[in-house]
Nanobody
Framework: VQLQASGGGVVHPGDSLRLSCTAS????????VGWFRQAPGKEREFVGG????????LYADSVKGRCTISRDNAKNTVYLQMNSVRPGNTGVYYC???????????????????WGQGTLVTVSS
């Protein structure tokens, strides 16, 4: 599975952004997909994700209510929509995919098998 993340850039506090993660090598619907953020000098942290077998998407408390993950299987793409961005949302955003992850491990970076290259988001006034 190869993942390509895109959509990063510089946004202002309060703006919205949408990141994309396009998968190749496996169809979108067969994959669990997650989003993570890594701020400078910090560990990678979970933003949100969903399991391939369905159920509700899981979100980090810090973004709950401001983030929505959706997917377009026809385009083999998963989106992360984030509203009302804050300076603390700055970082490199990575998408991850797995065929084998279990729901309870969605927030654990080491549980994911495949990673995209990341896209940088800078929230600055």
């Amino acid at each position: 599975v190869q993942l390509q993340a895109s959509g990063g850039g510089v946004v202002h506090p309060g703006d919205s952004l949408r990141l994309s993660c396009t998968a190749s090598g496996r169809t979108n619907s067969a994959l669990s997909v997650g989003w993570f953020r890594q701020a400078p000098g910090k560990e990678r942290e979970f933003v949100g994700g969903f399991h391939r077998r369905g159920g509700s998407a899981l979100y980090a408390d810090s973004v709950k209510g401001r983030c929505t993950i959706s997917r377009d299987n026809a385009k083999n793409t998963v989106y992360l929509q984030m509203n009302s961005v804050r300076p603390g949302n700055t970082g490199v955003y990575y998408c991850a995919a797995s065929l084998t992850i279990i729901y309870s491990q969605l927030s654990v970076p080491s549980s994911w098998n495949h990673w995209g290259q990341g896209t940088l988001v800078t929230v600055s006034s």
